[in-house]
């Protein structure tokens, strides 16, 4: 998640936990889905937003393999 919403990390979420190092393949020859991410994080006194337009494409990721899979990419 960290790379996909351009490098701002998510509380909660660490990379790989010993996961499959198999390559994710994306399907970017389909129609995009399309939606919003907002979210907030505090520290102490200081509080950061992140509002992002996300565009997410069908994926396969061997590590996620019983569930529907999407990567999604944020305009800069």
Do not use: I, W
């Not at 389909?30 to 992002?52: N, R, V």
């Amino acid at each position: 998640m960290t790379q996909l919403l351009g490098g701002v990390g998510l509380p909660g979420l660490s990379g790989n936990s010993g996961q499959s190092s198999a390559p994710v393949t994306v399907e970017r020859n389909s129609a995009p889905y399309t939606g919003t991410f907002s979210g907030k994080e505090t520290t102490g006194s200081e509080t950061k937003s992140l509002d992002a337009k996300l565009q997410c494409y069908p994926a396969h990721d061997p590590a996620f393999d019983k569930t529907d899979t999407f990567v999604c990419y944020a305009a800069q």
